[in-house]
């Protein structure tokens, strides 16, 4: 009798922990305590740890702000670094509440493996990073090449349809660890690395020797990332798509960490509704009304993570280019908020 | 409870009926069928609520993905491949990739294990010390970090391909891989299989004659030698008989790679060779424990009916140490195949890799788990089977 009272307990720990489970992202967020992002880990200027340990890059900066938007703390955020491979399968199992880790968005991710993307955070686009030493010019030279690139990856199709379009032959090397991948490439494993252009850059600028390689001219695909959430919960989702608008929109409206506080008595309606002074805007994302202020307050706009992380003063030194702000050439661009 | 029930038999003469809650055997059925209820609702459950799961989420289930185009490339191919095909093709192109470094591993392992084993019993001290350290040694480092030591010996200390190592002609050495002439492709090759095929079931009949004609008569064949002619003399004939074609296909550096010739990649030797070095070094305890598990006495019994060394190795020690020895050899060959999947961390396109990827790019993972798990229970249950089989062949036939 004994084993099955115990039998009947388990049985009953299940349905009831499942249940739980059930509730949307933003109460179980908020019953949790933190927020749990999934970021890459290992890309320099986006997501990784310092020496001291300290989460830095735009991608984290992002995750940060969801957590002043939520907590009015950008602390109250852990970080899970996940492989290329293992991204899309921990949201869909809920390990984590949002994916912050150069995602590409596509219609296949956004339908068949149901996944919704926020507002972009980073427009991308894929290239070739090469040893000078070959000589080469062109990504269309790079006929019989062996090619080191991250399985799981858009990367991974576009370099297929590349190849396959300008009729040449390759070699895939696929490491599933960016760090063992780049090991393998800067040790000369592979002639050629693949990759966002970001990342690239990333990747060379802490390389041995960032001098000796180049990136080839030709950028081979649009990579809009942006953070991601499960399909299902519209609440949780218009608030990661807004934190990252909020964050473009206070860099269009001129409010930075800096001059936020002064901003608060701005006579300007569209900043009086944006920072919370005329109510409204966080109740209808049911936040707190000074959710946007507290994003900018702790975390900045979005110009300031940006130069702060991956800008031409940083080690990356990445032109705004498609991340200006629209009105500067760009097509960063937010939806009004009203 | 057995006990209980013969109690409960003896006592069949009292008059009262026992009742069924006090009776031990049904009471074990009652529970038995209680228990298969409780897993079959909880399987139902975790079923159907998977399935609530990934409709509300709008995620796609079913195996339909198999038939699209898969638009990856894998590096290592066994039968043609291209981005072009599907999913399944894919799937096939990494299934067969595994069986490929199993199946080597698994021979090499076989026989740097059994002499390794073998060296660890010798007389000779020096032999004996090396096999012992190198069994020690090898056990206690953990696999994962063999293959990537391994790995970065290649591509870290050899040179690129334009300045290649090359020890004799034909064979190159780099940090894309060992490069290697083979002969070409000529017709004579098809018929030198077919005659090294016919050479081995030859061989089968004449053994089986032999050893029948010597149960009959008494009298002893040098089979060995007659065997080993044979398979090597039948193909060796065809070869000279189609005017003994020696024309190799030369790599050459042509661009950024070599052309020509057979490639073996870092990837694929590094694989090989931490899975072959780890698992020999288990294989040879086995084989040491198989073989002083015959006692003594064996063999000098053997010796004096005046056997000879081979014939008490082959008659008499062997068949003894053989049981002792298949079933943890298999579990060894078992953990050799599910180890290759550690294939993903060092860019070797094994079938987790693969389906790892298609995981990623169709977002099927519970299909794409369930197809790991089906895949790597067909080949350990064919692999036990094979043994199992094998097993039963040599076992003490008691009459």
Redesign the interface.
């Known amino acids: 009798m004994k084993r099955f009272k115990l039998l009947v307990a388990v049985f009953l720990a299940v349905v009831l922990t499942a249940g739980i489970a059930l509730a949307g992202t933003l109460e179980e967020v908020r019953a949790r305590g933190h927020l749990i992002a999934g970021v890459n880990g290992g890309v320099f200027g986006f997501s990784m740890p310092d020496d001291k340990g300290v989460w830095k890059g735009l991608d984290v900066d992002t995750a940060r702000a969801m957590a002043a938007a939520v907590f009015g703390d950008p602390n109250k955020v852990k970080f899970s670094a996940l492989t290329a491979v293992q991204r899309l399968p921990a949201l869909q199992a809920k390990e984590i509440d949002v994916l912050c880790r150069n995602t590409t968005q596509t219609l296949t991710r956004e339908t068949i493996n149901g996944l919704n993307f926020a507002h972009v955070n980073y427009y991308d686009g894929q290239g070739f990073l090469i040893s000078k030493k070959l000589g080469i010019k062109s990504a269309k030279e790079l006929e019989g090449a062996t090619v080191c690139v991250l399985p799981g990856t858009t990367t991974e199709m576009n370099a297929a349809d590349f190849f396959r379009a300008n009729n040449l032959k390759w070699k895939p090397v696929v490491i599933e660890q960016t760090a063992e991948l780049n090991k393998a490439f800067f040790a000369g494993r592979c002639d050629v690395l693949t990759s966002d252009m970001s990342q690239l850059a990333a990747q060379r600028s802490v390389s041995p020797n960032p001098a000796e390689y180049v990136l080839l001219p030709e950028i081979i695909s649009k990579e809009p990332l942006a953070p991601v959430v499960r399909h299902g919960d519209d609440q949780w989702f218009d608030i990661v798509n807004f934190t990252v608008m909020a964050m473009i929109n206070a860099e269009e409206l001129g409010i930075t960490s800096k001059n936020v506080d002064d901003m608060l008595k701005s006579k300007n309606p569209e900043i009086q509704r944006f920072l919370g002074v005329s109510p409204g805007m966080g109740k209808a994302l049911g936040l707190d009304d000074k959710w946007a202020y507290n994003i900018i307050k702790m975390v900045g706009n979005y110009g300031e993570i940006y130069e702060r992380n991956v800008g031409p003063n940083t080690q990356l030194g990445l032109d705004r280019g498609l991340n200006a702000l629209w009105t500067e050439g760009g097509i960063m661009y937010a939806a009004p908020f009203r | 409870m057995v006990t209980d029930e013969n109690a409960i038999q003896a006592d069949a003469s009292l008059p009262e009926k026992v009742p069924f809650w006090l009776d031990p055997q049904k009471r074990a059925i009652v ?1 038995q069928i ?2 298969l209820c ?1 897993f079959g ?2 399987a139902y ?1 975790l079923i159907s ?1 998977t399935l609530i799961n ?1 409709e ?5 289930t079913g195996f339909s993905f198999l038939n699209k185009e898969s ?5 290592e191919t066994v039968i043609p491949y ?3 095909s599907t999913y399944g093709r894919a799937l096939v192109v990494g299934a067969l990739n595994t069986l490929k470094v199993s199946f080597i591993g698994i021979v090499i392992t076989l026989i740097l294990g059994t002499i390794l084993g073998v060296s660890r019993l010798s007389s000779n001290w020096l032999v004996s010390k090396i096999a012992a350290i190198y069994i020690e040694v090898m056990q206690d480092i953990p696999i994962l970090l063999q293959l ?1 030591f391994w ?2 010996i ?3 200390s050899l040179p ?1 391909p334009r300045q290649a190592l090359n020890p004799v002609h034909g064979l190159f050495f780099c ?2 891989g060992v490069i290697f002439a083979v002969p070409e492709t000529h017709p004579a090759h098809q018929y030198i299989l077919l005659a090294l095929v016919i050479g081995c079931i030859g061989v089968y009949f004449f053994r089986r004659w032999a050893k029948k004609r010597q149960d009959a008569t008494g009298q002893a064949l040098p089979v060995f030698r007659i065997s080993i002619g044979t398979i090597i003399c039948l193909p060796l004939i065809t070869w000279l008989v189609f005017g003994a074609p020696i024309k190799m296909d030369v790599p050459e550096l ?4 070599f ?1 020509g010739g057979m490639t073996l990649s ?2 694929f030797i590094a694989l090989l060779l931490g899975l072959v070095l780890y698992t020999a070094a288990f294989v040879a305890e086995v084989v040491r424990a198989g073989i002083q598990s015959v006692s003594k006495g064996q063999r000098e019994a053997a010796m004096s009916i005046a056997l000879k060394p081979t014939q008490v190795l082959n008659l008499v020690i062997l068949p003894q140490a053989l049981r002792v020895i298949l079933p943890p050899l298999t579990s060894q060959m078992l953990n050799l195949t599910k180890n290759s999947s550690l294939a ?4 070797f ?1 094994d079938f987790v ?1 693969v389906a ?2 298609t ?5 099927q ?1 519970i299909e794409g788990v369930a197809l790991i798990m089906a895949v790597y229970l067909i080949f350990s249950l064919s692999t036990s089977a094979f043994m199992n089989w094998y097993n039963k062949k040599v076992k003490l036939v008691e009459r």
Not at chain 2, 56 to 60: D, G, S, V
Not at chain 2, 254 to 257: A, D, E, L, S
Not at chain 2, 344 to 347: E, F, H, L, N
Not at chain 2, 359 to 363: A, L, S, Y
């Open positions: 529970y209680g228990v409780m609702l909880l459950y609520n990934l509300k989420q709008a995620i796609a638009s990856f490339e894998i590096g291209s981005a072009a990537f790995y970065a290649f591509y870290e690129s940090n894309r042509t661009g950024f790679n052309k870092p990837e993903v961390a060092i860019g396109p890799s790892n990827t995981i990623n790019q169709t977002g993972s």
